[in-house]
């Protein structure tokens, strides 16, 4: 009798095998997964639009993804928590203005007073959380409501004329070094980027945030004031947004009540995209940045094709959901 299938049958498990160990091998290193698909979106921009992939093109990317990445910083510790904030564009928007308002006085002192907004804001946004347990929904959807009316009445009286910021604002947020290759906003992310990172793989803060997402009876069973750190981090995520709202600013040389809007759910994508976990304890900022630039890849495509703003929120939101969808799978059969 013939003995030919035996060595077929090996052959098959072990291609078998191969593949489910770099299956493994995929799932304990996600990031792969993303810079995959990151220079695929790359490529395909590239051949879509040749002149995508230039120093010019490639920056111009760079220059979109540096706010988005830093507003996509405020989600990825806020959702590490088991929180989120719906009012982070408008806190960006309201740092802006209040930069333009004090850009006479210096490039200094109108960062400052634009980061105090997000302070001030994210703050709120904390107490609202961790004090009188508002879900996070309800506490910073009504934050942005609140912001939006302020900043309404306030660009018709006390900020009214404030749409220009100054000159060095706009050099950091639009212009480049090394022969024009280099944007400088993409060295304040990466500072902003490493900073963060730092703090969450290497401080005891950064654990607390994880641990708080993951069980936060547990940890306030351990005596940890766990109201301090939802504090802290919704007090972080409102300087996050008011220093990507003084880069948008910067960026497109004017102020309205719509800079930052279209941005609510790029910065949730991103994170999500990213591996974070909308139900807390899962996740990092390395993901969150690829996943910005994903984004930011995939809007230089979109617009290569003509596909309108309203078209491009639906694939945002789209992204949003089906990973939420994926993630709660995961957990349900965990």
Same mark, same amino acid.
Do not use: C
């Given at each position: 009798?013939?003995?030919?299938?035996?060595?077929?049958?090996?052959?098959?498990?072990?291609?078998?095998?191969?593949?489910?160990?770099?299956?493994?091998?995929?799932?304990?290193?996600?990031?792969?997964?993303?810079?995959?698909?990151?220079?695929? &979106?790359?490529?395909?921009?590239?051949?879509?639009?040749?002149?995508?992939?230039?120093?010019?093109?490639?920056?111009?990317? &760079?220059?979109?993804?540096?706010? &988005?990445?830093?507003? %996509?910083?405020?989600?990825?510790?806020?959702?590490?928590?088991?929180?989120?904030? =719906? $009012?982070?564009?408008?806190?960006?928007?309201?740092?802006?203005?209040?930069?333009?308002?004090? $850009?006479?006085?210096?490039?200094?002192?109108?960062?400052?007073?634009?980061?105090?907004?997000? #302070?001030?804001?994210?703050?709120?946004?904390?107490?609202?959380?961790?004090?009188?347990?508002?879900?996070?929904?309800?506490?910073?959807?009504?934050? $942005?409501?609140?912001?939006?009316?302020? @900043?309404?009445?306030?660009?018709?009286?006390?900020?009214?004329?404030?749409?220009?910021?100054?000159?060095?604002?706009?050099?950091?947020?639009?212009? %480049?070094?090394?022969?024009?290759?280099?944007?400088?906003?993409?060295?304040?992310?990466?500072?902003?980027?490493?900073?963060?990172?730092?703090?969450?793989?290497?401080?005891?803060?950064?654990?607390? &945030?994880?641990?708080?997402?993951?069980?936060?009876?547990?940890?306030?069973?351990?005596?940890?004031?766990?109201? !301090?750190?939802?504090?802290?981090?919704?007090?972080?995520?409102?300087?996050?947004?008011? =220093?990507?709202?003084?880069?948008?600013?910067?960026?497109?040389?004017?102020?309205?009540? !719509? =800079?930052?809007?279209?941005?609510?759910?790029?910065?949730?994508?991103?994170?999500?995209?990213?591996?974070?976990?909308? @139900?807390?304890?899962?996740?990092?900022?390395?993901?969150?940045?690829?996943? %910005? #630039?994903?984004?930011?890849?995939?809007?230089?495509?979109?617009?290569?094709?003509?596909?309108?703003?309203?078209?491009?929120?639906?694939?945002?939101?789209?992204?949003?959901?089906?990973?939420?969808?994926?993630?709660?799978?995961?957990?349900?059969?965990?």
């Amino acid at each position: 009798m013939s003995q030919s299938p035996a060595p077929t049958t090996a052959k098959n498990a072990k291609s078998i095998g191969l593949t489910f160990r770099l299956l493994a091998f995929l799932a304990a290193h996600p990031t792969l997964i993303l810079l995959g698909v990151l220079a695929i &979106l790359v490529l395909v921009a590239g051949n879509i639009r040749p002149s995508y992939l230039t120093v010019a093109g490639l920056r111009t990317t &760079l220059l979109q993804a540096a706010p &988005l990445g830093i507003l %996509a910083a405020s989600q990825t510790i806020l959702m590490l928590t088991g929180g989120i904030d =719906l $009012s982070v564009t408008m806190i960006a928007t309201g740092a802006a203005y209040v930069t333009a308002n004090q $850009s006479p006085n210096g490039a200094a002192v109108a960062i400052l007073f634009g980061i105090l907004v997000g #302070l001030v804001a994210g703050s709120a946004n904390g107490v609202g959380v961790a004090v009188f347990r508002v879900n996070p929904l309800i506490m910073t959807l009504a934050m $942005s409501g609140i912001l939006l009316g302020l @900043f309404t009445a306030w660009t018709q009286t006390i900020l009214q004329g404030s749409t220009q910021v100054g000159g060095l604002i706009k050099t950091v947020s639009a212009g %480049a070094f090394w022969d024009n290759r280099i944007p400088y906003s993409v060295v304040v992310w990466a500072v902003l980027s490493l900073l963060l990172i730092w703090l969450l793989r290497r401080m005891g803060w950064g654990r607390l &945030l994880y641990a708080t997402g993951d069980n936060e009876v547990a940890v306030r069973l351990a005596g940890v004031r766990v109201w !301090q750190v939802r504090i802290s981090a919704y007090a972080l995520a409102g300087v996050l947004g008011a =220093l990507a709202g003084i880069l948008l600013a910067g960026r497109t040389g004017a102020v309205d009540l !719509q =800079l930052a809007s279209t941005f609510l759910l790029p910065s949730v994508a991103a994170a999500v995209i990213g591996g974070t976990s909308i @139900f807390g304890g899962v996740g990092g900022y390395a993901g969150t940045i690829l996943g %910005a #630039l994903i984004l930011s890849v995939l809007n230089s495509i979109l617009t290569f094709l003509n596909v309108g703003q309203a078209i491009q929120q639906v694939v945002y939101g789209l992204i949003v959901l089906a990973l939420a969808w994926g993630y709660a799978g995961l957990t349900r059969r965990g």
